[in-house]
């Protein structure tokens, strides 16, 4: 298909132009700046008239908005360009997208959501569709996404709002392939799609997220009383305060909750796990395998392993066509012992803890293979007296009676340490 995309530099269009073209779509660029030179570049700003859109266009879509953060914009400029925008697609009998926001409504606390608002009640009665995305994340550190990464690694606190407001997620690479999904499809016809994960969760939490999974460190959380930020928005005025940004944080606390399980049932997208698209990657499946390979080894091992011995155990498992790891808790990485819960007949002959079972069995195969595993399991081979034989017997003996009694107190929680599944992530 001959798809326009306006705001196809940005964060988001950036990676909707990459998979479009992917897919054998012919991409048109409709932005400020020239575009990278696959795609075909048509010169484009929102407070100008619209181009002459190329014959036979059969798509636009509608990513390009004024983010400047000032107070007294001229907002009607904006909805103007989306009316001439959603005109050019009606003559040209080309579907007509509008990617919208979250805080889009009549009456949102910020100018940004009440413009986007105007503009969906256009697209809507020109038969067109409005889709709403959820906290947009990953990729690229653009965008929001990029502001708050950057904050996360500059700041060694993390500022938990209370009351705590919250976000749905979506990684921007799933967004890209929901629109795609709805320019491929003919059956989305003036409709709203909301696009974010179907459980929201605190912002701070959010934030934590970036933190652990994305800038990999420790912030401190402190709480910050949303009173507060009242009373200081109250002092700055709402010039100052849209420059600071207490007006896009207050559009955050005010956040409707999306209803988006049916609209992602009908884009056909299942979202990647947050933890996962926090990574570069965009899957971080192979750094879940490295981690998985640091608990399972040092349990065997009892010492941490060897870095080449953690990429072997990786390299197995990818050849073997296993990409996602079966063990998820963070109790597991800071004490590795606890996988003694999990290794014994109760958990491992169970159709769920088949897989750990194998998984077992390679991490031994490799130690047992290695120096260092052979120092842990051939030991020193000295000679030792009658008494201390027998001390050491008895000490692995109390060890082995304490870790049997401790791992039936613990069974009803040891399922937690482990994933229920191993179907793959993301879309």
């Not at 974010?196 to 912002?203: E, L, S």
């Amino acid at each position: 298909m001959k798809l326009v995309i306006t705001g196809a530099t940005g964060y988001i269009g950036q990676r909707l132009a990459a998979l479009a073209a992917a897919r054998g779509h012919e991409v048109i660029c409709a932005t400020r700046q020239p575009c990278p030179a696959p795609y075909t570049w048509l010169p484009y700003d929102l407070r100008g008239p619209a181009p002459d859109f190329p014959i036979g266009t059969q798509a636009f879509i509608h990513l390009a908005a004024d983010v400047s953060n000032t107070a007294h914009r001229d907002v009607d400029d904006e909805v103007r360009a989306a009316q001439a925008l959603i005109e050019c697609a009606r003559q040209g009998s080309a579907k007509f997208i509008f990617i919208s926001s979250q805080t889009a409504g009549a009456t949102a606390p910020s100018v940004y959501g009440r413009t986007k608002w105007r503009i969906e009640q256009q697209v809507l009665a020109a038969a067109g569709t409005v889709i709403r995305p959820g906290q947009v994340y990953g990729g690229p550190e653009r965008g929001l996404f990029g502001q708050l990464s950057h904050m996360v690694r500059r700041s060694p606190f993390i500022p938990i709002l209370v009351p705590a407001p919250c976000v749905q997620p979506i990684h921007v690479d799933d967004l890209a392939a929901s629109i795609l999904a709805v320019v491929e499809r003919d059956d989305m016809r003036a409709a709203t799609l909301n696009l974010g994960a179907v459980q929201p969760i605190a912002f701070g939490r959010f934030l934590m997220s970036i933190a652990t999974h994305r800038v990999r460190t420790t912030r401190l959380p402190i709480p910050v009383p949303v009173v507060l930020l009242r009373l200081f928005r109250r002092l700055f005025g709402q010039s100052l305060s849209t420059k600071v940004g207490l007006e896009r944080i207050f559009s955050l606390i005010q956040l409707p909750p999306m209803d988006s399980e049916r609209s992602l049932q009908r884009v056909g997208i299942t979202l990647r796990p947050l933890a996962c698209g926090m990574h570069r990657s965009g899957h971080g499946q192979r750094r879940g395998l490295l981690q998985e390979a640091a608990v399972a080894l040092s349990y065997l091992l009892k010492h941490p392993p060897q870095k080449s011995l953690v990429r072997r155990y990786a390299r197995a498992l990818e050849r073997a066509g296993k990409r996602h790891p079966v063990l998820q808790s963070r109790l597991l990485t800071r004490w590795p012992i606890l996988l003694a819960l999990l290794d014994n007949p109760g958990v491992l002959l169970k159709p769920e803890g088949q897989e750990l079972a194998r998984r077992l069995h390679v991490a031994l195969g490799i130690a047992e293979a290695s120096r260092q595993g052979a120092q842990v399991f051939l030991g020193d081979q000295q000679p030792r007296s009658l008494v201390a034989t027998l001390v050491a017997l008895g000490l692995t003996a109390v060890k082995a009676l304490v870790w049997k009694l401790a791992a039936l107190a613990c069974r009803p929680f040891a399922s937690h340490l482990m994933l229920e599944s191993e179907a793959p992530h993301g879309a």
